[in-house]
């Protein structure tokens, strides 16, 4: 029983939605592959099985628009147009990367994407966003600032005050939560008594939506929602998005504290397989959707070969980027 | 030149550049129409309206994070954090991610951030309202540092900072808001990096920072009319150090105290004394010795306060142990 | 019109209210004058006006339970048991104080009667209270901890952060937010969009209850409700009791931040004067609070002659204190 | 003696404190069915129970904050923030409560708790998870603090603390944790405040904390070859410091150098020396050389963390250094 697409979501941008799904999806599994083989330093928290949130939420974004991540952050820089070749330098280490090897996974960033950042502190993330959503109110400009996070990051003291301060300023900050049932091991039920974590806004008086996160038109809906709103002036919304991370809290976790069967049972519902049959079922050609995966597969290809010939950063570098050459003033 | 107060001289330094640039934004607890916990920021308000200086809620996590997310993406905002006890709640924000986040983006932006904030005790205010905290952020790299000490180095160091593209932290002592000195009509910057030599001398130098500027001053008044001849050097800035000024001086007399109002172990005074012993080694014929709080949370009884906290006579007293000092 | 006395309130509860109310006042009348004279040190942030929902709360609990307070704690260790003497030491910065003249106003505390501090830390004690539940908890014992705090800490990351703890981890915690309408000059609207605190409550999925915070049998009931429900097993609550501070954010605040018009408004509820017409509509003789408020007053003079007279710490004793003696480990 | 895991050594010790004191309970995030980020608490919720072991939501002021309590009001609790970098997110719990709360209350209770965290660098964990933060702690008088180098240290000196009625912290380095060494079959317990010299000799001091232990010794066997004899100072614990050991030390040797993986500017390495500076004045024959992370924050490139952070090349280089000085 295969759902129809929602007439609010042109065909095209079903489209879109899918490739960009798709692009996060095999990336992460290229990364997951050449972590294994120690091509890749440090940690890795990937995104397999989210892919309609980013992919969705950042649909309905412009490209002035801003964005903050997570640690767990490759899908929200795809979905925000980072590109493959210069995300996989990074993630190797080498100069040609987003950040110069500098950052890393949990580090990636292009400002010029407005993208603000993976983060490693939990939570620190959500209070960064508001400053850019403050530069869009104070300018003037019809800018929305976007902060993902977790469900673990809902309990963060961050988290709490950053929506006061969204709400008392009405700023055009949109929360999305990824709730993927799971902090690091410790699930949900363990880490707080409630279910909807989108009852928490109630607490600043901004309004919410739950929404099915396997579902990228949904996402994709609500989020566009809650940027109209905020673009006009109506300020922040909290959106939770029910999702699963396929993979560990990182790659190397045994996952004790979770079954297989609950694992298979989620990857039943795949974002992207539920997605295709939307699409197909809405009369896009199977061959049209399987030459965009062969192009992302292409793109991944030499991306991995510009991260592997691309040179390492020069030690001599370690210590350039700390601050910025200060003007001299009069 | 006019004579003002250290608060109007930093009120001055914050109208001037909100001023001279529109991005420049005030965010605090109670700077708006009460002016601040200090008053510093009292009548800026009416002068800049609420949408520059802006009141927030008791979330340091929260304002600093928008500073931040605000620098990055365009705004030059000026935090004020009531007191830097109160950075211990969002330690996160200036050192994860202020210092940081330059560098971790491969230098992709610039982060021109202010955060006012108060130092020191002297007023029974206790142990959580009392700290000096500059060794904290001095030992993170991304960072700088300043600690004015009179009133022209409060308007023109907060000045050159409001104009740096990096995360600057002044830390304010709330002795000094009351006193008083020279400041000029026309606009000016004070450089970051240069000590100033505020008195000459030519027996021992004193590293002086924050209140222990007059402190020492003071010693070296009283010291002088012994025939003791003190060099008072007050760096200004710890981020970036002007440790040459430093060690030229201590080239000259040979000797060397460090005066902090921060407890003594840990603090930026083995920092400084370091760098001297490790750049002047042969110069120096007399242990370098630190004057700073003994290490102790700051009691709320003045008499027990007093015996904590450092002043002028335990200045004179270490000049004295590096004079008598036979090898 | 005066109010009923509620049945569910003996006379000699509703006396002891009473005489614990006036205790606060006259306390902090007392040492607002010996401020001004000099004889205080440090700040002073004072409880009067909100007199009964320290008195209502502490009425509810045991010796045995704990309390942690704040910046303005005079009012709950007085209801908790403190002594006059003790206290006015205190504050007068000598060694015959309850910290010794260590802590002062901002500190003030008496572990003998389960009182874990005055904290100059907004939103800190909401996080350490937790603790003391824990305990109770842990060896099974009924007692339960009383954090006290403002509309001001409701915003702090602490408050999120623990409430969400004590309800995951069932904690007989009681969260009490004294909602004076202010934190500093902030009025509450310019902090958080919402009204009122209590609703933050389903943030945690637990129960809560909104108090008239200047009428002391509503407080001590609402808190004997929660204390039921947690000495049994039933967990955290959060109750917000609604009042308001008569006097500056510390002495010496020049409040342009309000009007005249609404402190006077303010005075005309006086929880005090409210509840002594509740009793002596209740037959209680006016000559019996009268004789109530002689005696304290006696006891006030009694404790400013004691700090007076009391020894100033030794400064060879401003180092003791910070670690308690290690014994010897095999 | 049996030889184990500096991880191993760990668990073993928070094993028999849960077994010797029923107070005793551990708190952090990830703790019970996963064992911890680093595994160390692998297996004890099977033995204890979720009573004792208890997991938490991602909230370290929570934590810290119930912690403390507990730790007021009877129990022992052993608290694990993950890294130490999230320290950042609660210093107030550290340094504003558990550092002053027995002071402000005039010394009427004590605070038997205990917190572990994880130090360092050399993993590609980026700006903020590689942090070295001891010189905050040791910055701030009420707290006492341990940075154990092996695995006998990190069990001896973990039970010590757990009977310890202070607040003391543990930093453990990640590096460490599959290190091996031999370890006593029966009870021990290291006292604090006692360093180990791990290696005699009489040309230079090299005083070294956590991993700089190892990198310190695998430097004086290469310079052994070179017949540089170099003496080793592991100080184990920072607060309470045994300062006299190494005194005895320099006293010897005359030449000083100190090692951290923190950045230099700032770190404990300068308190350190400068506490020699004082205590031994005339016996330095050549400048104190520190030895410690370059000034940045962490990058993720291995190849740029390896130029970063120090090893046994830049122990050798110091060492040299101090002896080639010619005054
Ligand atoms: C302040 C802080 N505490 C703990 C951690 C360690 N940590 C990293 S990710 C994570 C779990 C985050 O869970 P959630 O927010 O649900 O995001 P998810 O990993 O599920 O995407 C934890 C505990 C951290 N990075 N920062
Ligand atoms: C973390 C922190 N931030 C700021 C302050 C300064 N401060 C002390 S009391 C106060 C207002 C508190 O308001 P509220 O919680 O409503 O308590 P009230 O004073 O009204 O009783 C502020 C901002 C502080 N002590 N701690
Ligand atoms: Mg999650
Ligand atoms: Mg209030």
């Known amino acids: ?330 | 030149m006019t004579v003002m107060t250290y608060r109007e001289a930093v009120r001055q330094a914050l109208r001037e550049e909100l001023l001279n640039d529109e991005r420049v934004i005030l965010i605090g607890e109670d700077i708006a129409e009460f002016g601040g916990t200090f008053k510093v920021s009292l009548g800026l308000l009416d002068e800049f309206g609420p949408r520059r200086i802006r009141n927030t809620p008791i979330s340091e996590t929260a304002i600093l994070g928008a500073a931040i997310g605000a620098a990055a993406t365009g705004l030059r905002p000026i935090v004020e954090i009531m007191y830097s006890d109160f950075f211990a709640v969002a330690m996160d924000q200036m050192v994860n991610q202020a210092a940081k986040m330059r560098y971790m983006f491969g230098g992709k932006i610039s982060l021109p951030l202010t955060i006012r904030s108060t130092m020191g005790g002297r007023r029974s205010a206790a142990a959580q309202h009392s700290q000096c905290l500059e060794a904290w952020f001095m030992h993170i790299p991304g960072l700088k540092l300043a600690l004015p000490s009179n009133p022209y180095d409060a308007k023109g160091l907060l000045k050159t900072a409001v104009r740096d593209p990096n995360p600057t932290i002044i830390l304010e002592n709330k002795m000094l808001y009351n006193t008083k000195g020279e400041v000029p009509d026309e606009p000016y910057f004070v450089p970051w990096g240069q000590a100033r030599v505020v008195r000459e001398g030519k027996d021992v130098t004193v590293v002086a920072l924050s209140d222990m500027v007059d402190f020492s001053m003071k010693a070296a008044e009283q010291l002088a009319t012994e025939g003791i001849s003190v060099e008072v050097i007050d760096p200004r800035t710890l981020v970036p150090l002007d440790i040459d000024t430093i060690v030229r001086s201590v080239q000259k007399t040979g000797r060397l105290v460090v005066a902090h109002e921060a407890c003594v172990t840990g603090g930026v005074g083995a920092e400084i004394a370091m760098q001297v012993v490790y750049r002047a080694f042969d110069y120096l014929v007399a242990p370098i010795e630190r004057v700073g709080a003994k290490d102790s949370p700051i009691p709320f009884s003045p008499i027990l306060e007093r015996e904590i906290l450092p002043d002028d006579r335990d200045v004179i007293a270490a000049v004295q142990r590096t004079l008598d000092y036979a090898a």
Chains 1, 3 share one sequence.
């Not at chain 1, 489209?15 to 083989?37: G, P, S």
């Not at chain 1, 940690?43 to 892919?51: A, D, I, K, M, P």
């Not at chain 1, 988290?159 to 009405?170: D, G, K, P, R, T």
């Not at chain 1, 997605?275 to 009369?283: E, K, M, P, T």
């Open chain 1, 1 to 330: 029983m295969t759902e129809a697409l929602d007439s609010r979501i042109p065909k095209e941008v079903a489209l879109q939605l899918y490739e960009t799904m798709q692009r996060i999806r095999q990336f992460e599994l290229t990364v997951v592959d050449l972590f294994a083989r120690g091509k890749i330093p440090g940690f890795l928290h990937t995104y397999v099985g989210e892919e309609a949130v980013a992919a969705g939420a950042c649909k309905a974004l412009r490209p002035d628009d801003y964005i903050i991540s997570t640690h767990r952050g490759h899908g929200h820089l795809i979905a925000k147009g980072g590109q493959f070749d210069l995300m996989m330098a990074e993630l190797f280490g080498r100069r040609t990367g987003y950040c110069k090897g500098k950052g890393g996974s949990m580090h990636i960033a292009e400002p010029a994407l407005c993208m603000l950042g993976a983060n490693a502190i939990v939570g620190a993330g959500i209070a960064i966003i508001n400053g850019a959503a403050l530069t869009a109110q104070y300018l003037g400009l019809d800018r929305v600032a976007v902060a993902f996070f977790g469900d673990g990051a809902s309990n963060t003291g961050a988290f709490h005050e950053a929506l006061n301060l969204a709400s008392v300023w009405n700023l055009p900050s949109i929360f999305i939560c990824e709730n993927n049932g799971y902090a690091e091991s410790t699930p949900q039920r363990q880490h707080q008594k409630i279910k909807d974590i989108a009852v928490r806004a109630i607490a600043y008086d901004i309004p919410s939506s739950i929404v099915d996160g396997n579902d990228v038109g949904a996402v994709y809906l609500a989020t566009l929602e809650a940027v109209t709103r905020a673009r006009s002036g109506g300020g922040p919304t909290l959106i939770e998005a029910k999702t699963y991370r396929w993979r560990g809290h990182y790659e190397g976790d045994p996952q004790m504290y979770r079954s297989k069967a609950e694992i298979e049972a989620w990857e039943k519902k795949c974002p992207i397989a539920r997605w295709r049959s939307v699409l197909i079922a809405s009369g896009i050609p199977v061959a049209e959707l399987d030459a965009i995966d062969q192009r992302i597969q292409e793109e991944l290809e030499r991306a991995v070969a510009f991260a592997e010939q691309s040179p390492w950063p020069d030690p001599s570098e370690a210590r350039a980027d700390i601050f910025t050459p200060t003007p001299e003033v009069a």
